[in-house]
């Protein structure tokens, strides 16, 4: 069974783990580089990108702001198509209507299709509890589970991994969950998608329960909308009896004329591709089918409440910030500990989840703000104020506060600066050049210190600037 | 035209030279350039690790010092896009108090909030204000030496000064400009970031001057010494040979003072 993020160590600590894993570097860099360079080149054939971009960011914005409105708007609609709608507050509860729900049909198994909201609230973890067992259908997912790991990308939950570990992971892991891998199974990408292909088959034909998230929800009709590349996801939702989709509330979107822009935004801005391959939409099941749609809170009305960091709800989960922040290409997913990593993790999940955890609250720092998740954001989340608005929040440590505040006292008068430049000049040959002391150390382990000069240059104007 | 240096407590302190060669430029060109002495800090390291009040405090003097210019340029793309990317969201962002203090609040608001919507558009870093104010790009400089450029994070994307500091480059005489593999990747400096996130942001640093020592150039250059100092202490940790220099001292450079420091 798949591992969760409980009990992740906080983020420096973690992250310096996985800089030294030079395989996982070499695995991130190739890959986030590769749909980087796609997502630039789609979008510059785009001549009004910008405009889209921030009508984007309008729609979600008026999207938040009558929420209430949009959501008692969808239930009415999904209740009008035959279908049912349950509310959940917190993952607790959205794991508990689903377990009920699957175990009211009788069965024992599951399929899903790639889904951030069940990886948010630890579902299979929940249902495994219950006997049940869920099995993750997209290709990725697929062998982040057999590979008994963590998601690490949003997008591509096994990006950090390459085609011979996935070889491996096939052909140790299959036959435990399902139909075993074949025999002679290479690291070809063509044949390893065979293999996933065949071990797939058999699940969709066999599993009568299905469970699912949605990219979009469309509220005038009700609709729900599901953007993928593979068809699986298309499987789960057309095949068996019961279909359960949980979502997060913000998903929504009023009409289908504003999905039209969506459908837009987000293959380029993720996959870099024109238009995705697969998009279903259904309201309530297909013929004969039992639909249940849940509507998951978890935290979220707590960040609509902030009127700064709301704006993370704005995220249609496209990982353009993943593929172009400098950290988490050094790093990867996994030491986020969080479902939602890189940029947008930085900000979602402490917001999500509150900073009472010692990763929670290492999280907004874990970036150089250098501002380049804000400009490819295709909602125009502006992540670097966000971070510097959590940090705001606190806590910080005792000896870092005393730090800040001494050299707020210096700064606030030119003469107490001056005073310090003058002891610093003094000592300058007492200043060690590769080791300093305390904090410092972190510095001095990779880079020398600037030598001090002998003068300010206040104190050059002072004698000849004016 | 009154023209202020806003200097920054990084050059002031450290880099002095970066300042002398602002006033040397400027007056080179014309400017008469004043340093309103009672200048400290922009607040930018309070602000991103987190202390606003603290920020908040220091950008009250800032104002209150550069209010009186026309001008104010500073050789530093990180303070100048601080001031003016960042005092209005501290504006905007200062309502959160005790409705008991809501007058004098209110008040404190307003004048700070006028203050930024006054002073912040009068900022400009180095290459904006020779390019767009000046309307210069041959600075008449000399410096013949092999350069490769590094676009700080806060200069291209909050400043956006786009071709400017590349083109002030191109001008200068005797100076062959080699172009930096992903120059617009982050070098991992980020203030706090180096010491909190040490090991990420030596893991960026070393791709950063990887790329640099690539381009085989004498010279790295910047508009920023932040950024110069955490990848220059990288590349002398190395002994790679490679300087790095800011802008400002490159365009001051002329004939008789060729290769200067």
């Known amino acids: 069974m798949s591992r969760t993020f409980v009990g992740m160590p906080a983020f420096p600590r973690a992250a310096e783990e996985a800089v030294q894993d030079s395989q996982l570097r070499f695995n991130l860099r190739k890959a986030t580089h590769t749909i980087r360079g796609r997502r630039a080149a789609v979008v510059d054939e785009v001549p009004d990108w910008a405009a889209m971009r921030a009508a984007g960011k309008v729609v979600k914005d008026d999207v938040l702001r009558n929420l209430e409105r949009y959501l008692l708007q969808v239930e009415e609609a999904v209740t009008r198509a035959g279908g049912h709608v349950h509310w959940a ?7 508990a209507i689903v377990t009920r729900l699957v175990e009211d049909t009788g069965h024992r198994e599951v ?7 069940t990886q948010e609230i630890g579902l299979n973890e929940a249902l495994a509890q219950a006997g049940i067992t869920a099995y993750e ?11 008994d790991d963590l998601p690490s990308h949003i997008l591509v939950p096994a990006i950090h991994r390459n085609r011979s570990e996935i070889r491996e992971i096939f052909q140790e892991n299959m036959a435990r969950w399902g139909r075993p891998a074949p025999d002679g199974l ?12 065949l071990h797939l088959r058999e699940r969709f034909l066999s599993t009568k329960v299905g469970i699912s998230g949605a990219n979009f929800v469309i509220a005038e009709t009700g609709t729900l909308v599901v953007l993928e590349s593979e068809g699986n996801g298309r499987m789960c939702l057309t095949l068996p009896e019961t279909l359960i989709s949980v979502v997060g509330i913000e998903k929504v979107l009023p009409t289908w004329r504003d999905l039209d822009l969506f459908l837009r935004l987000l293959p380029r801005s993720s996959t870099g591709e024109r238009m995705n391959p697969y998009t279903s939409t259904w309201t309530a099941g297909v013929e004969g089918q039992e639909f249940h749609l849940v509507l998951l809170d978890n935290g979220r009305t707590r960040v609509l409440a902030d009127e700064v960091g709301r704006q993370a709800l704005r995220c249609i989960r496209c990982s353009a910030c993943l593929n172009v922040c400098p950290v988490y290409e050094r790093v990867g997913g996994h030491a986020y500990g969080s479902v939602y990593p890189g940029p947008i993790g930085a900000i979602l999940t402490p917001q999500l989840r509150g900073t009472a955890s010692e990763l929670d609250a290492s999280l907004p720092y874990a970036s150089s703000l250098c501002g380049a998740c804000y400009d490819v954001c295709p909602v125009a989340i502006d992540i670097p104020e966000v971070l510097v608005h959590l940090r705001a929040r606190g806590p ?16 606030s008068r030119a003469s107490r600066l001056r005073g310090v430049q003058r002891v610093m000049s003094r000592m300058r040959r007492f200043v060690p050049r590769r080791w300093l002391p305390g904090p410092g150390s972190a510095w001095t382990q990779t880079r020398d210190v600037p030598a001090v000069p002998a003068e300010s240059f206040r104190e050059w104007w002072e004698r000849e600037g004016r | 035209m009154r023209v202020a ?10 880099f002095p030279n970066t300042g002398k060669a602002v006033v040397s430029l400027l007056r080179r060109l014309g400017v008469d350039v004043d340093f309103p002495q009672e200048q400290t800090c922009c607040g930018q390291m309070h602000v991103n690790t987190g202390y606003r009040d603290e920020g908040v405090r220091l950008a009250r003097g800032f104002l209150s010092v550069f209010g009186r210019y026309d001008a104010v340029v500073s050789p530093s793309g990180s303070c100048a896009s601080m001031v003016r990317e960042q005092y209005p969201k501290l504006a905007a962002g200062m309502g959160a108090t005790r409705a008991k203090a809501f007058t004098r609040v209110h008040r404190g608001r307003t004048r700070f909030a006028e203050a930024v919507a006054e002073v912040t558009p009068k900022v400009y870093d180095l290459s904006e204000f020779l390019v767009d104010v000046l309307g210069v790009t041959d600075v008449g400089a000399c410096f013949p030496h092999r350069v490769t450029y590094h676009p700080t ?10 071709d400017r500091p590349v083109r002030l480059l191109e001008a200068v005489r005797g100076l062959e400009l080699v172009p930096l593999p992903q120059a617009d990747e982050c070098c991992g400096f980020g203030g706090t970031f180096a010491v909190k996130n040490a090991a990420v942001s030596a893991a960026m640093c070393a791709d950063k001057i990887g790329h640099v020592m690539d381009t085989g150039a004498e010279v790295l250059c910047a508009a920023d010494n932040s950024c110069l100092m955490h990848i220059g202490g990288a590349l002398r940790r190395q002994r790679s040979g490679v300087r790095v220099m800011h802008l400002a001292e490159i365009l001051a450079s002329t004939e008789d003072l060729g290769a200067r420091r």
């Open chain 1, 137 to 147: 259908t997209d290709l990725a997912e697929l062998i982040v589970q057999l590979g």
């Open chain 1, 89 to 95: 507050a917190d993952a607790a509860e959205a794991n």
């Open chain 2, 153 to 162: 994070c806060h200069s291209l994307r909050g400043l956006r000064v786009g």
């Open chain 2, 5 to 14: 240096l806003f200097v920054t407590c990084v050059n002031d302190t450290l």
């Open chain 1, 111 to 117: 399929v899903k299709v790639k889904s951030m909201a």
């Open chain 1, 396 to 411: 910080h440590p005792a000896g870092e506060r005393a730090g800040m505040r001494a050299a707020g006292w210096v700064f």
């Open chain 1, 186 to 197: 290479t690291d070809e990408p063509a044949t390893l998608a065979d293999a996933a292909r």
